[in-house]
């Protein structure tokens, strides 16, 4: 069996009008077209859809059912034409993004709900993973894209910083250092810190370092962590101090005191995605990143 689309529409407008002229009219045709598609959709059908007199047309007991069931596939057809364009464009779909921690208290928040507000369709699926999870993750396709500090990439993998800022120090609450409004990076050699392993964010890490020996000190590690929010709970407990990115100052902590640090370093994060992943929603967002970050 073969039925024409367009029959499927003539007999419609038709039905919804039960007159061949302004059926026509609407349709943009003329009568005679009409008159011979709809015929030889009943023919197609082995059915008579319709009753006609030279005053009126009504529609069968097969007409009515098949007008409703038309109605249907139209509409599933023209929902599956819009929702297709829409995934084209970027507008409808899913996108999977991989954050690390530190980005959850910065930029992750103000980025997705840029992306959100501009494309509400979109489903945006979202998982915390460390830093040296990242790549893998990108890489094997199980994320789209990624929200992290710079580091060390494969081959096949872009990035695009769109967040800075700076160090801050955490120190417990009764420190003595705690008492002042702002400290140098000096001012905390020899206290034990409290840090995370090289191989879990390595440009973080040498970021930290590197800040504490352009100051004349190597950090004196007492503890290694794997996340921020667990090193300002560390220092909360009177286990050491930190150097931090300044949006870690939000958790508010009790018994943690964030102080700004003069002559310290900024930290940058940025999207990293699969050079080789088409998928229209990652585009969309990858716009929404550039303009966040002041590049578009």
Same mark, same amino acid.
């Given at each position: ?30 009568? #005679? @077209?009409?008159?011979?598609?709809? !015929?030889?959709?009943? *023919?197609? &059908? =082995? ?106 990439? #494969? @081959?096949?993998?872009?990035?695009? !910083?769109?967040?800075? *800022?700076? &160090? =801050? ?113 990652? !585009?969309?967002?990858? *716009? ?9």
């Amino acid at each position: 069996m073969t039925i024409d689309l367009r029959q499927l529409r003539y007999f419609v407008t038709l039905a919804d009008t039960l007159h061949f002229g302004r059926a026509a009219t609407l349709l943009h045709i003329s009568q #005679p @077209p009409l008159s011979r598609q709809v !015929a030889a959709l009943e *023919e197609e &059908l =082995c059915v008579s859809l319709l009753k006609r007199s030279t005053r009126l047309v009504e529609l069968t007991a097969a007409g009515r059912h098949f007008h409703e069931q038309a109605k249907r596939i139209i509409a599933g057809l023209d929902t599956a034409v819009r929702s297709t364009q829409a995934i084209e464009r970027g507008e409808l779909g899913v996108l999977r993004v991989g954050f690390t921690m530190a980005a959850a208290w910065s930029v992750l928040p103000p980025l997705i709900k840029r992306y959100s507000d501009a494309f509400p369709q979109a489903d945006v699926q979202l998982s915390e993973v460390l830093p040296k999870e990242l790549n893998d993750a990108l890489m094997s396709g199980n994320v789209d894209v990624g929200i992290a500090f710079p580091w060390q990439r #494969p @081959p096949g993998l872009e990035y695009l !910083a769109v967040h800075t *800022e700076p &160090l =801050c120090a955490v120190v417990p609450s009764d420190h003595r250092l705690a008492q002042g409004d702002e400290i140098a990076v000096s001012d905390l050699a020899g206290e034990p810190f409290i840090t995370f392993p090289a191989t879990t964010a390595p440009a973080l890490h040498e970021l930290v370092i590197g800040c504490c020996r352009e100051h004349g000190f190597e950090p004196r590690i007492r503890l290694e962590t794997h996340l921020q929010q667990s090193i300002v709970n560390l220092v909360a407990e009177g286990l050491g101090v930190s150097l931090v990115p300044q949006s870690m100052s939000k958790m508010r902590l009790a018994g943690a005191k964030f102080l700004p640090v003069s002559g310290t370093r900024m930290v940058e994060q940025g999207v990293i995605w699969a050079a080789g992943n088409d998928s229209p929603c990652l !585009a969309r967002f990858l *716009e929404c990143a550039r303009a966040f970050g002041g590049l578009a």
